[in-house]
Structures are given as structure tokens and as C-alpha cells.
């Protein structure tokens, strides 16, 4: 009986999740690739929902980190079968590179789409919700409750300084926020989100670095 390849995804996809067992697609002597070869056994069986339940996997999905793994994966999976006349593993049967390739933009897709969610389930979730998404707003950017220890702020006269979480700190910088903006929020809102950000906060944002001024252009 002629068995399509549909089919044959289908069988090895089953047999994945009743043995529970991992195919050894991709190996290294010397580098940790483990989380690359689990990637590469769910390609195979094009199982994306297992990919996202994963023990191994699921950590990149709750910190939005599934884009960095599915990049590093992609060449790994370049190289399954390559090395088959030197004594490496052969490419399992089944395996389509360029379906693996696609498994991994749809996983990117279908993480993001989890973690997004995830994330919004906490912030509606949180007691300081309206404040979350305040300062998410002047971010432009998702602040959920686990970024607060990673927020470091500074009073002064008129405004507040704030030094973004790491999880956003490559896009954005430090944002300052009038008073009268947060006040604007509700009555009383400023002294409550000067408690919010005492106790919930990184702590102190420090000094400015210092201001240097660009050399002057030098002229033969």
C-alpha cells in the first residue's frame, strides 16, 4: 500500500506523542543543540501545538523568545542529512526542508500569538492594570507585571524619569512623564502612581550620564 506523505506525517506525529520519544536529527559534540534537534522532531511531524506545550520549548514562548530559537534553528536544520558520507545521521524519512522551514515561520507566528495573549490575560489581570497599561502607552510598547522590577525611575520637580524594562530596552529609551499628564489620569492619580512605582519598581534611575559635546569639525 502506497503510503502519501501526508500520511506519513500523520504516523510519525502519533508516534512522537504516545513514546514521547526525540529522533536524533540534529547532533553536535560540541555545541548544545537539543533544543534545535526537539524543534527539528516536531517539524518533522508538523506539530505545532506540541512545539508550543513543550517543556523545553514553552520558556521561549512565555518570555517572547521563540524568534531567536526558530533563527539560530534554521541553520541547524540546513545542515540535517548534510554530513551522512562522513558518519553524521541521515535525514530522517519524511524530512522536507523547506516544509522545516515553514514549520518555523508558522511557529514564530503561533508563539507570538500566545505569548501575546498571555501576556494581556496578566495585565487584565493585575490590581494595577490602569497603570500597566499607562506606562505601556508611553512606551508604546506591552508592559506587563514581571517588567516592573526591571523599571528604574526618578522623581523630580515636574516630571518623572524612567529607564525601560530590558525586555523592551532595545527599541526604547528613557521616557519622562509630566505630572500634570499623570494627574490628568484621575484625582489623586499621581500619589498613586507614586506608590505603584515604590513598591512595585526597580528602584532608583540614578544620575543622567554626563552630556559631551561633539567635537568641533577640524579643518586643514
Given at each position: 500500500?502506497?503510503?502519501?506523505?501526508?500520511?506519513?506525517?500523520?504516523i510519525i506525529k502519533e508516534s512522537l506523542l504516545v513514546e514521547g520519544e526525540m529522533q536524533d536529527i540534529i547532533v553536535n559534540?560540541?555545541?548544545?543543540v537539543e533544543d534545535y534537534n526537539i524543534l527539528a522532531n516536531y517539524a518533522l511531524a508538523n506539530d505545532i501545538q506540541g512545539?508550543?506545550?513543550?517543556?523545553?520549548?514553552?520558556?521561549?514562548?512565555?518570555?517572547?523568545?521563540?524568534?531567536?530559537?526558530?533563527?539560530?534553528?534554521?541553520?541547524?536544520?540546513?545542515?540535517?542529512?548534510?554530513?551522512?558520507?562522513?558518519?553524521?545521521?541521515?535525514?530522517?524519512?519524511?524530512?522536507?526542508?523547506?516544509?522545516?522551514?515553514?514549520?518555523?515561520?508558522?511557529?514564530?507566528?503561533?508563539?507570538?500569538?500566545?505569548?501575546?495573549?498571555?501576556?494581556?490575560?496578566?495585565?487584565?489581570?493585575?490590581?494595577?492594570?490602569?497603570?500597566?497599561?499607562?506606562?505601556?502607552?508611553?512606551?508604546?510598547?506591552?508592559?506587563?507585571?514581571?517588567?516592573?522590577?526591571?523599571?528604574?525611575?526618578?522623581?523630580?520637580?515636574?516630571?518623572?524619569?524612567?529607564?525601560?524594562?530590558?525586555?523592551?530596552?532595545?527599541?526604547?529609551?528613557?521616557?519622562?512623564?509630566?505630572?500634570?499628564?499623570?494627574?490628568?489620569?484621575?484625582?489623586?492619580?499621581?500619589?498613586?502612581?507614586?506608590?505603584?512605582?515604590?513598591?512595585?519598581?526597580?528602584?532608583?534611575?540614578?544620575?543622567?550620564?554626563?552630556?559631551?559635546?561633539?567635537?568641533?569639525?577640524?579643518?586643514?
Amino acid at each position: 500500500m502506497k503510503i502519501t506523505r501526508r500520511q506519513l506525517r500523520e504516523i510519525i506525529k502519533e508516534s512522537l506523542l504516545v513514546e514521547g520519544e526525540m529522533q536524533d536529527i540534529i547532533v553536535n559534540s560540541y555545541e548544545d543543540v537539543e533544543d534545535y534537534n526537539i524543534l527539528a522532531n516536531y517539524a518533522l511531524a508538523n506539530d505545532i501545538q506540541g512545539a508550543l506545550a513543550d517543556p523545553a520549548l514553552k520558556p521561549y514562548v512565555e518570555k517572547n523568545e521563540m524568534g531567536w530559537v526558530v533563527d539560530e534553528a534554521g541553520g541547524w536544520f540546513e545542515t540535517v542529512g548534510e554530513y551522512e558520507e562522513d558518519g553524521g545521521p541521515s535525514a530522517p524519512e519524511g524530512w522536507d526542508r523547506d516544509a522545516a522551514y515553514q514549520f518555523l515561520n508558522d511557529l514564530e507566528d503561533a508563539a507570538w500569538k500566545e505569548y501575546d495573549k498571555m501576556a494581556k490575560a496578566a495585565i487584565a489581570g493585575d490590581p494595577d492594570q490602569e497603570f500597566l497599561e499607562f506606562l505601556g502607552n508611553q512606551w508604546s510598547s506591552m508592559i506587563e507585571p514581571n517588567d516592573m522590577e526591571g523599571i528604574k525611575w526618578k522623581e523630580y520637580k515636574k516630571y518623572i524619569r524612567l529607564k525601560p524594562p530590558p525586555s523592551i530596552s532595545h527599541g526604547v529609551g528613557e521616557i519622562n512623564i509630566q505630572k500634570d499628564e499623570i494627574n490628568r489620569l484621575y484625582s489623586g492619580a499621581l500619589e498613586d502612581f507614586m506608590d505603584f512605582l515604590t513598591t512595585r519598581a526597580g528602584g532608583d534611575a540614578g544620575r543622567r550620564p554626563a552630556y559631551k559635546k561633539s567635537p568641533p569639525p577640524m579643518y586643514d
